[in-house]
């Protein structure tokens, strides 16, 4: 081969040349990527057991405060039977006494379910912003993990530039400044 000749390069010499240049970063990346989406997984899944947790706390509550009711109610029903057997038979004495009763328990009642409702709607809101400051961690997560991958890659047009400067220099069209002097020498 004279000096006038250019190397021919085969299309299997390039793909090595490409391996050889980018099939380590490539690897690299894809294991990125990899534990980018094992770890969003991850968090995934323990807001999910984390909800589901609460949401059971929050169940069990809820019955345990609805069977308080169901007992008060059936205490003060109690009571009330109890009142009412007593009022007949002293009804000689004033019926209003028996309505002034009767409308003393169902403001403590409606007070009684008043309240429950307040705490059960604090406790939900409660529980409402807890689950979107995490939702907002985990995607200020990801948005900073997914800005650190972008920030980290090589841009398509800095490798179209690179494979351009490597196809001029294999086919001898590309001339370093400095190469051209030691080339005379």
């Given at each position: 081969m004279s000096k006038d000749e250019t190397p021919v390069v085969e299309p299997n010499n390039v793909d090595q040349i490409r391996d050889?240049?980018?099939?380590?970063q490539m690897r690299d990346y894809e294991k990125r990527f990899i534990s980018l989406e094992k770890r969003v997984m991850s968090e995934s899944d323990r807001l999910r057991s984390e909800t589901s947790n609460r949401l059971d706390a929050l169940e069990s509550y809820i019955k345990q405060e609805v069977g308080s009711l169901m007992d008060q109610l059936s205490t003060e029903r109690g009571e009330r039977e109890d009142d009412t057997r007593h009022l007949t038979e002293t009804i000689n004495?004033?019926?209003?006494?028996?309505?002034?009763?009767m409308s003393q328990l169902q403001d403590q009642l409606n007070q009684g379910q008043a309240e429950l409702r307040d705490s059960l709607l604090e406790q939900s809101k409660s529980l409402l912003n807890e689950l979107q400051n995490v939702r907002?961690?985990?995607?200020?997560s990801l948005e900073r993990s997914t800005e650190e991958l972008t920030d980290e890659k090589a841009s398509r047009r800095d490798?179209?530039?690179?494979f351009s400067e490597i196809a001029m220099r294999l086919n001898g069209e590309f001339k370093v400044v400095g190469s051209e002097s030691n080339d005379q020498q």
């Open positions: 050889i240049i980018f099939g380590s004495k004033g019926a209003s006494d028996t309505d002034k009763k907002n961690t985990l995607t200020e490798l179209a530039d690179m």
